[in-house]
């Protein structure tokens, strides 16, 4: 990663930080140390509709969100809608582990849009579709210092 330049000029973010909910303390620490490093990201958790949520306890509120209809909510249609903005304008996909079922479907779309690739976490079991990330590294530590 060392090669790589503070905001890349084809793309607004030069990363988009993704991972599950419930694991959103690491996600923001992650998305600020990438800040401080003099390089852009997008973070889902600050959008309109989540940066609310954020200060209450991440196990109730993924609770409530689970109960909305997927199909009709306008919220949910909204944060679909920003964070696939997100990951088209970000230049590289991370997906810090554990990472739910919507990470790992934006993982999928970042690979199909041609997008870089990082895995940051231990991932224990053999998992083929894992061969989409670029690079992998066991802790965010390890990553940041590689930037």
Partial sequence: MKDMKPQN???KYN???SGKWRNRDNILKLTK???HKGYSAYCFLE???NINRISNNPEE???KFEKLNWRNDPSIKKIFEND???ERN???FIMLLPAGKSCHIEAGVAYGMGKKCI???EQKEAESLYLIFDEVYTTAQEFLQSL
Avoid: D
């Fill in 9 to 11: 000029s084809a793309s």
């Fill in 15 to 17: 990363f988009f930080v």
């Fill in 33 to 35: 140390a990438i800040r």
């Fill in 47 to 49: 959008t309109e509709q």
């Fill in 61 to 63: 509120e993924m609770k």
């Fill in 84 to 86: 696939m903005n997100g």
């Fill in 90 to 92: 970000s230049g590289t």
């Fill in 119 to 121: 895995l940051i976490g």
